[in-house]
């Protein structure tokens, strides 16, 4: 990643720490070294869209393209080594451990039935308030399988700045972006395009023989329905207040710029680490 004087691991402990007036104005400035421009570059590339239809249009011509997986989704599916696949299962554990938290500012900058839309995709990351099924649980279930740290302090020691961006993101658009409609663009993107990028970490999990592959079959299954009520929060927000379909696509972009880069570079750290 070409960003220099921007610390995205200082970026990602500020958003996770309370923030006092020089912790904000710190998270502001990085945010308008980093995300901004890159949101307004992608907004003048998108098509300026007029309805929903148009967006979701947009959407599938996105997902689409992204089906047969990039070339680093391939590797960890067919040919990722245990060790190799260990050090990608480690890259993003700062996401699995902490997943879906930085969503919630964004429920309550939705109009009511958004909101509910949203907070029932909440419920399931959160495994209904069991821990049992909680995503992040499930994620510290395959952290321990392959011998790993299972707290966030422990797991952030060499995290690439590729994964710092895409969780930086998020903390971006749910709290601080003026137009919400790049977070609910952006989730319903991720929640679409989960189901097909997380096959290839269930088949390597099934291919290296792992007990603890549930994290990625669960969304497998239940990213579906996340995706149709990120669909229903978006016709809701619209009902409400009119919806702007070019953000939302804007959103769906950013992230699939962002998760590609970091998915590219976990396997390119693992690989280089194996030294085939
Ligand atoms: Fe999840
Ligand atoms: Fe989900």
Known sequence: MTTT???LRNLFLDNRSVPDAERYARIEAAEAGWIVPLVAELE?????????????????SLLDSEKGGAP???????????????TVVL???PDGL???QNFFPAVARLPIRAQMAVMRVMIDEFGCGNIAQAHSQLYRDLLAELGLPTELPDVLADTNDETFAFLNSFYWMASRAVDVEYFLGALAYLEAAIPDAFAFQARACERL???????????IHIDDFHMKEMQTAIKEYEAVHGINPTKLVVGA???SSLLGSAVDAAVAKAVARSGR
């Open 5 to 7: 004087l921007l610390s």
């Open 44 to 60: 003048a590339a998108a098509p300026v869209l007029a309805t929903r239809a148009d967006w979701l249009a947009e959407l599938k």
């Open 72 to 86: 680093s989704s391939r590797f960890i599916a067919e040919e990722a080594t245990l060790a190799e696949f260990t």
């Open 91 to 93: 890259e993003f554990a």
């Open 98 to 100: 902490t997943e879906a």
């Open 209 to 219: 023989g792992l007990a603890h592959g549930r994290y990625y079959t669960e969304h």
């Open 253 to 255: 972009r950013l992230l």
